[in-house]
C-alpha cells in the first residue's frame, strides 16, 4: 500500500509565502514522477508543477516564477516553495505520484490534500 500525505497549507496575506510538502511511504520500488496539483471552489482540478524522474519540471502559466516544485529523492518527499502569493491561489492543494509498488504494479496515487487560503 501506498500513502501520500501533504502539509505545510494555511492562511496568508498576498505577497506572502508558503512551502508545502508530500510525504510518499509504503511499498514503493520507484517513483516514476511527482507533482503538485490544486482545485478551487467551483473549478476543475490543475496542474500546478510536476516533476519527473529524470525529465524536466513544468509549472502551470499562472505560477511560473513564483513556485518552485523540488523533491528529495532518498526520503521520497515532494516539496511546494511557493512564494508572492495573490487570492487566485486559494485552493486545496493535492501531491500526486506515479509509483511502481513492489508488487510490482505502477499507477497514481493522490494525497488527501491541504488548504491553501490567500486573504488579506
Known amino acids: 500500500q501506498v500513502q501520500l500525505v501533504e502539509s505545510g497549507g494555511g492562511l496568508v496575506q498576498p505577497g506572502g509565502s508558503l512551502r508545502l510538502s508530500c510525504a510518499a511511504s509504503g511499498s514503493i520500488f520507484s517513483i516514476n514522477a511527482m507533482g503538485w496539483y490544486r482545485q478551487a471552489p467551483g473549478k476543475q482540478r490543475e496542474l500546478v508543477a510536476v516533476n519527473p524522474t529524470g525529465g524536466s519540471i513544468n509549472y502551470a502559466d499562472s505560477v511560473k516564477g513564483r513556485f518552485t516544485i523540488s523533491r528529495d529523492t532518498a526520503k521520497n518527499t515532494l516539496h511546494l516553495q511557493m512564494n508572492s502569493l495573490k487570492p487566485e491561489d486559494t485552493a486545496v492543494y493535492y501531491c500526486?505520484?506515479?509509483?511502481?509498488?513492489?508488487?510490482?504494479?505502477?499507477?497514481?496515487?493522490w494525497g488527501q490534500g491541504t488548504q491553501v487560503t490567500v486573504s488579506p
Open positions: 500526486n505520484a506515479d509509483i511502481t509498488s513492489t508488487k510490482p504494479v505502477r499507477g497514481s496515487y
